[in-house]
């Protein structure tokens, strides 16, 4: 198949960009770099542009011979999204349904989206499966649940097949060392970790610890970026085999609290880091886990590289060999 990878250049685009190609289909990335990074497109053709330009859209979809889209880029930052509500909608929402527009023109049927474990907001049931309420907490989780919630009326009315994989916390770095993740500003805890640990940031900053969890940090379940590329090829293949549209959640089923991510990093890194509590951040619900027996059930899924350990370990190794991450290039 032919491919449009939207943010592409970014963290989880970039390792489902090498996946894909790898095993075999042909990937055109669009990406307007404002997050994302050229040098983390490596085997496959960038185009620079908006999401927002439907024009863009529509010839590249029809002259690539586009058969499937995989929408990664968004505004995808929690706190970012308390403060700037709009861009989110803007990005997020607009954006995504100028994408589904252009590909209702040409005529594009497979569409993956990228979702995510913060449409669920507080939980009433552990782990958490896709039928639980969904009632975010934050603006980022509202924008994806309202293109989530627009994907089966567009099933109904155009026959546009899709599959939206909610990702819990995607972490770690392509096992091969040559994608990692790098974000700027930087505002994950296992990159900010890592930067403590290599003298670039003072200390780790624990946001709350007042959290109702075992001990008062919040506990997220993270999943490796390798192992969520791989889910992508999965629901592709499933479109293309032609089951019904589906949502499905990424995550390990195991829960982590920030000082246990910590902990293990310390280990990892063989030294003890200078940590310091901080408040809340706005936004944060105290526990995301995810249940993701649907998707092993009915796609076959299988984490390959997923504890904490071999998370923390693989992004260790990006980043000692990348201290400047993608920038120095
Ligand atoms: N976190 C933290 N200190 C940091 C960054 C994050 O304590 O410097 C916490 C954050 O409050 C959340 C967890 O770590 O509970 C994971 O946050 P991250 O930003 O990595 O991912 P998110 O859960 O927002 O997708």
Redesign the pocket.
């Known amino acids: 198949m032919h491919i449009l990878i939207t943010g592409g250049a970014g963290y989880i685009g970039s390792h489902t960009v090498k996946k894909l190609v790898k095993t075999g289909h042909q990937v055109t990335v669009l990406d307007n770099l404002s997050k994302g990074w050229r040098a983390a497109v490596t085997n496959a053709r960038l185009v620079e542009g908006e999401l927002a330009n439907q024009r863009l859209l529509c010839e590249l979809l029809q002259a690539e011979k586009i058969n499937a889209v995989m929408h990664f880029a968004a505004s995808s930052?929690?706190g970012e999204s308390m403060q700037c509500p709009a861009d989110y909608y803007a990005n997020n929402v607009t954006g995504s349904l100028i994408l589904l527009e252009a590909m209702r023109e040409v005529g594009v049927p497979y569409f993956v989206f990228s979702s995510t474990a913060a449409v669920y907001g507080e939980l009433v049931e552990i782990p958490i499966p896709e039928d639980h309420p969904t009632i975010p907490t934050n603006p980022y989780g509202a924008t994806k649940l309202a293109l989530e919630e627009a994907l089966p009326w567009y099933y109904q009315a155009y026959g546009l097949r899709y599959i939206s994989l909610r990702y819990f916390?995607a972490a770690g770095a392509d096992p091969e060392g040559e994608l990692g993740e790098d974000h700027d500003p930087e505002?994950?805890?296992?990159p900010?970790v890592l930067k403590t640990a290599l003298g670039q940031a003072a200390e780790?900053?624990?946001?709350?610890r007042d959290y109702p969890t075992p001990d008062g940090?919040?506990v997220?379940d993270y999943i490796h970026v390798t192992d969520l590329a791989q889910a992508h090829i999965l629901a592709l293949e499933a479109l293309a085999g032609g089951v019904v549209p589906s949502i499905y959640n990424l995550g390990n089923g195991n829960g982590y609290s920030?000082l246990e991510v910590v902990q293990t990093a310390e280990k990892v890194v063989g030294k003890l880091l200078p940590k310091a509590f901080t408040k809340r951040?706005a936004g944060?619900p105290a526990i995301?886990v995810a249940s993701a027996e649907r998707i092993k059930r009915e796609l076959h899924w299988k984490p390959c590289y997923s504890d904490l350990q071999t998370i923390i370990e693989t992004a260790w190794r990006w980043h000692q060999k990348n201290p400047l991450g993608y920038a120095k290039y």
């Open positions: 930052l929690v916390n505002t994950h805890l296992i900010l780790v900053k624990i946001f709350g940090t919040c997220r920030v951040r944060d995301l």
